[in-house]
């Protein structure tokens, strides 16, 4: 416990921005990674535990297009894309057999799926640290708030993530397809009747999900080393996220994922071991308190 | 009923003749080694599927009384106060409370957001160990070894002596469990995990009922926890991690939920596979996800039970068989 560094960070301004600067980041990484998570598990109800992998997956294609091409925007869709793709391909030939199933045998397949993933990013990338390095087109003088500096891509990156967030809340609730995509959470039977074809809107579903990991996946490649363990730990944070925020709820998870990034930024300087112990302390006392998180629709009780 | 508890006994009996036969038949430390985890992460994912299997409560944060039973046994028998009996039977009641305060809050939720609360405490628990150094050595483990004083003649630290005491404490546990799989109040649990409304209705107090199981879970872990702490000489922080849960969980599913012996088949298999994936191949990864897969997608249920599903089939087709045969004579 060191909370003098902690009130001396909070004093000084430049410290201050530099961390909050660090808990925006890591909050809107997390929102990127939990509202798919959030978006999967309230119209399929079934939990993606392999969300994690294709975070992962994701920075490591936007690495190796990167690594092509010198291009980030390539980076960016082939870590975007091609996750989604993956994502439906997951969803149409393994995830669709175990609906219905206990949820134990989707956590079972999804542990499946993680081991296979990890041991493949291993045996294309090598089990070494990766660094992909600021693209080109970021490198610019960091931008001055207030005495503390921000790296032009952290910017970027918040941004970016913030405008996809309002894009996905703004097509799930304004669209004629979000409405549908929402009757489905409800009532599925109902929406086959009237001659939507569900299976391919399930994939469809999963399949953005799984690309809102990517995205999370390439927006991180920049900034984090790659190893081909890097999505446990994001998977184990965006669970919290969806939980404290309410399944199904995108405007939860960004609430949720922004306080986990400040817990973990700040508690990095004032409680460095206990952050998890914070974390996993918040997540119990919601699920006591109200079981279906902050903004969470249906009772769980 | 009664032939039910002499077949039991038979069993339990046989069981234990195997278990120490087979170090004398083949005097390798590896395999009395291999044995001891194999009961100690048995012990686990039984105790675990008292939950998952019988009552119906999908729990991820088992292993946080496996790493109670090893913490608290590593610091009693650090301590120099208490001889092995008392710490055990110390470490067994301090669980059983830890656990009665978790699953007094936890049993109250249900479906996923039960696995979810046990999760949150198992890693509350976790940063606990890793935060409190002075007392649990943090990510290092407990150092220094556990002592093993010798008791009522017992000298624990001969390696044959510690591996028959560790036999006799898993088929103890075993036979408690299996009190509890068949008892009355093992199909309460029935009950409660298939209709839980209709429990109610019949007036079983399913809260009640299920932090009563929860308890008793609890405390078996922490069994498993202190033979494997006796075992290594130490306790470590992944004891409690949730991948020790996970571990546990996939356990119950390769061998199966349903039959009672279930998870210890699931422990020996992942252990043997564990081993021979690592001789053959680096993808252990690669090679164990294919075959969860192909359990989980081909036979969609475990091991286990699956072979004992197939047997009824059998044994039902053959019936059918034998009565078709059998009319037919008659006509």
Redesign the interface.
């Known amino acids: 416990m060191n909370l003098e560094a902690l009130a001396s960070c909070l004093s000084t301004s430049a410290c201050a921005v530099t961390q909050v600067s660090t808990a925006l980041i890591i909050g809107m990484l997390l929102f990127m990674v939990a509202s798919g998570l959030s978006l999967i598990f309230g119209v399929l109800g079934v ?1 993606n535990f392999a969300h994690g992998a294709f975070y992962m997956v994701g920075a490591y294609f936007a690495y190796a297009a990167y690594q092509a091409t010198e291009s980030f925007a390539v980076a960016f869709l082939a870590g975007a894309l091609g996750v989604g793709l993956i994502g439906i391909l997951f969803e149409r030939f ?1 995830m669709s ?2 609906y219905g ?5 989707q ?3 999804c ?6 993933f ?3 990013v ?2 294309i990338a090598g089990p070494e640290y990766k660094m992909m390095g600021m693209p080109e087109a970021f490198a610019l003088p960091p931008l001055e708030f207030g005495g503390g500096f921000v790296p032009a891509y952290y910017v970027f990156m918040i941004l970016a993530s913030l405008a996809i967030g309002i894009g996905l809340w703004l097509a799930i609730e304004k669209t004629r397809l979000g409405k549908i995509v929402r009757a489905l959470a409800i009532n599925p039977p109902m929406v086959s009747a009237l001659g939507i074809n569900t299976t391919m809107l399930y994939a469809g579903v999963f399949g953005v999900g799984s690309l809102l990991a990517g995205i999370a996946g390439a927006l991180a490649a920049p900034t984090r080393t790659l190893t081909p363990g890097m999505g446990l730990s994001i998977l ?1 944070e965006s ?2 996220v969806t ?1 404290i925020g309410g399944m199904g709820s995108i405007v939860g998870a960004l609430i949720a994922a922004l306080l986990i990034g400040f817990t973990r930024a700040f508690g990095a300087i004032g409680f460095p ?2 952050v ?2 914070l974390m ?2 918040m ?2 006392l919601v ?2 308190l109200k ?1 279906s998180g902050l903004l969470g629709r249906e009772p ?2 | 009923m009664k032939s039910g508890v002499l077949r039991d006994l038979a069993v339990g009996a046989v069981l234990v003749a195997l278990l120490l036969v087979l170090p004398i038949l083949f005097p390798k430390p590896a395999l009395r080694d291999f044995l001891i985890y194999v009961m100690a992460y048995g012990l686990l994912a039984m105790s675990l599927n008292l939950l ?1 299997g019988l009552t119906g409560l ?1 729990s991820f944060g088992h292993a946080a009384f496996f790493a109670s039973g090893a913490y608290m046994f590593g610091l009693l028998m650090q301590s120099g106060t208490v001889g092995i009996p008392v710490a055990m039977l110390a470490t067994v009641g301090g669980t059983a409370v830890l656990a009665l305060v978790i699953g007094a ?1 936890c049993v ?6 039960f ?3 046990t ?3 198992q ?2 628990i ?3 160990i ?2 409190w150094v002075s007392l649990t050595g ?1 990510d290092q483990g407990l150092r220094g070894g556990i002592p093993r004083p010798p008791f009522l003649g017992i000298d624990l630290n001969d390696a044959m002596t510690l591996y028959v005491f560790c036999v006799v404490v898993f088929i103890l546990c075993i036979a408690i469990m299996r009190q509890v799989w068949r008892s009355p109040f093992g199909f309460t649990l029935r009950m409660i995990r298939d209709n839980p409304t209709r429990a109610n209705f019949l007036g079983a107090d399913v809260v009640r009922v299920k932090l009563g199981i929860f308890v008793l879970a609890g405390s078996m872990a922490s069994v498993g926890g202190v033979l494997l702490a006796l075992f290594v000489s130490g306790a470590y922080p992944e004891f409690g991690f ?1 991948t020790t849960s ?1 571990e546990a ?2 356990m ?2 390769l061998g199966g939920s349903q039959l009672f012996i279930g998870p210890v088949i699931g422990a020996v298999l992942l252990r043997l596979l564990d081993h021979f994936v690592t001789i053959y191949t680096d ?4 090679v ?3 075959v ?2 192909v359990i ?2 081909g036979l ?1 249920q475990g091991v286990a039970d699956y072979i004992v599903d197939w047997l009824e089939r059998r044994r039902e087709t053959r019936a059918a068989a034998a009565s078709v045969a059998s009319e037919k004579g008659a006509a």
């Open positions: 939990i393994i057999r175990v199933k206990d949820v134990l045998m956590l079972l397949v542990y499946a799926a993680i081991l296979i990890d041991d493949l291993k045996i184990i669970f919290i939980v071991l206990f998890d112990g996993f302390a997540m119990a699920l006591i079981p769980a009780r | 998952v999908v809050i109250r939720l249900k479906e996923i957001y696995s979810f609360i999760l949150a405490f890693m509350f976790h940063s606990i890793l935060t943090g949730w996970g969980i996939f119950i599913m993808h252990h990864g690669l164990l996800g294919a969860i897969l989980v997608l969609r």
